[in-house]
Each structure stands twice: as C-alpha cells, then as structure tokens.
C-alpha cells in the first residue's frame, strides 16, 4: 500500500477475507494431511477449490466443474514474500489453508454488475474472485482434441501421414491393427504432432488404416469470443477442466492440458469454456464494482 497519503472520513469496513458477522459458520471438511495451498498459493478473500483427487491439494482457480469447496477466511495466515512489499493477500503454496462452507464474509465485488442484497453471488473459475446475479463470460473457440491420420505399422514404430489434426506424446490411439490401450511414446522423425514416425506403447499391425489419436491436449486454432483461461470448464470432454496451458499466446491458440482425456478424436469445431458457476451464498449490503460487499450463506 505505500507510506499513508490520506486520511478518511470513515475507515475502511473491513479487509476482503474478514468474517461480516458473529454469526454461525462451517468449515469444509478436510481429509488426512489437508488443506494446503497448491502450485501459484491461494489468494484470501475468495473462493477456491479442493482437488477432487488427492482431497488435500486448494486452489484459486477450478479443479472440477461444480461449485467452489469454500471460501478463504483471512486470518494473518498469507506471507509478504516480495522484496520491500507493505502486505499480501497469498498463502504460499505447501501452507495450510481453512476453507468455509458456511457464514458471513466480506468480498470484493468484480465484473460489471454492482451489488444488491439479495443477489446471487458466483465464482470466476479462473481466479476465485466473486461476481454479482450472472457468471464471468467465458470462451468461444474453434478446436480439436487428437487427430486422425493413415498409419502403417512395424512393431512399436508407427508411420504416420494424411493427418488431420494434432497428434501428442501421450495420446491414446485406436484404429485396424491397433491394440486397445495403445499410446503415443514419442516421435522420432517427421513434423511435429504430424506426418512422420512415432513410437507406440505397444506394437501395431497397421496396413495403410484410418487410425485415431486422442487425450488431454486441447489444440486451440483460434478464439472467437473471450479468453481461454485456466481452470475453465470446457464443452467437451463433458466435465473436463483447463488444467494449464502449454503453449501459444496466454488465453489465446495454443495448446491446452485438459484434466480429463477425451474418449475419442473430437474433429475441430467449436468448443467453448465456462467463466463461472453460481454458489449458494447471497450478497447481504450494497457495494459497487471494485468495493467490499457481505456475502453471507445463511438464510438462503
């Protein structure tokens, strides 16, 4: 904040974080050696979300496709770790977190629409920060996931050519000659993701067939509307989450790690992402664009 410049009239009603009430409140329930604060920390004074595979791992951004496991309480537990910085509002990554489920809280409003009591309070997926009666508009994109291709096979060395698509280390592939199961080792020679050789987890009969790869990778050619951001829910794989971004302009076309794998090639087309998703807590005062409002989760 910088040495004080000013004095209010009134101070500040709170910090975004701080409890709004003495009110009743809940916190989630942890599991065996958790919550700690994941990879980038966790920012207090939102909302963030549990890993739903190791139950232990909180982040400030989408694990799942669904509400946020809860909300950061601000209670001295972020670390300054900058050089000379006055505050910070981040709990490392490896800290123990606490989030709540239930109660009332103050929260900084963002997006476009300012704050009525009563209105529905949604997360931004990308950054747990809060948004009032509608969710962050998310992405419109035109992308595949996998490829399809000729290949020729000759033990684990596939010889592929005619591709369509995007074909990465680690896809799973499926076609004549292929065992199921079959994954993409590496490639030896060739263009990258195209035409060329690949090593394959297991050895391939491929005569000249029409195969398939698929997995993880989403190969974003262009953006539409929006901005692909981390943590968003995509159209398709149903249920599958942005888990990081691999390469290309930051929530532009690049390439994107989903975390879940498709089940078959998805042929370029238009898939989409989800800027937000709604809670179950209210706002309870008025606050515009930029100020601190109470979100309560009582009498709903």
């Not at 980038?40 to 694990?63: C, E, L, N």
């Amino acid at each position: 904040m910088g040495f004080q410049t000013q004095v209010n009239v009134t101070p500040a009603p709170a910090v975004a974080g701080d409890f709004a009430s003495a009110n009743p409140r809940a916190s989630t329930l942890a599991g065996p050696g958790g919550l700690v604060a994941g990879a980038s920390g966790v920012t207090v004074g939102k909302f963030a979300w549990v890993d739903d595979v190791d139950g232990v791992t909180v982040r400030s951004y989408g694990t799942f496709t669904g509400a946020p496991s809860g909300f950061v309480h601000r209670e001295q537990q972020a670390l300054i770790t900058q050089y000379l910085a006055d505050s910070a509002m981040v709990i490392p990554q490896g800290f123990p977190v606490t989030l709540f489920n239930e109660g009332d809280f103050w929260a900084k409003v963002t997006g476009s629409t300012a704050a009525t009591v009563g209105a529905s309070v949604y997360a931004n997926y990308a950054t747990g920060d809060i948004t009032i009666g509608s969710a962050p508009t998310g992405a419109s994109t035109t992308a595949s996931i996998g490829a399809t291709f000729t290949a020729t096979g000759s033990g684990t060395n596939l010889t592929v050519s005619s591709v369509t698509g995007l074909i990465s280390v680690g896809d799973t592939i499926s076609g004549t000659g292929v065992t199921a199961g079959t994954t993409i080792v590496s490639q030896t020679s060739g263009t990258t993701g195209g035409a060329g050789v690949y090593v394959t987890s297991l050895a391939t009969t491929s005569s000249a067939a029409t195969v398939t790869a698929f997995g993880t990778v989403l190969n974003v050619t262009a953006v539409g509307s929006g901005t692909v951001l981390v943590g968003a829910p995509v159209s398709a794989p149903s249920g599958a989450v942005i888990a990081s971004q691999i390469s290309g302009a930051a929530g532009g076309i690049g390439l994107y790690r989903l975390d879940l794998a498709a089940a078959a090639y998805t042929a370029s087309g238009t898939i989409t992402t989800t800027g937000g998703v709604v809670t179950t807590f209210k706002a309870q005062s008025v606050a515009a664009v930029g100020e601190l409002v109470k979100i309560s989760s009582w009498g709903n």
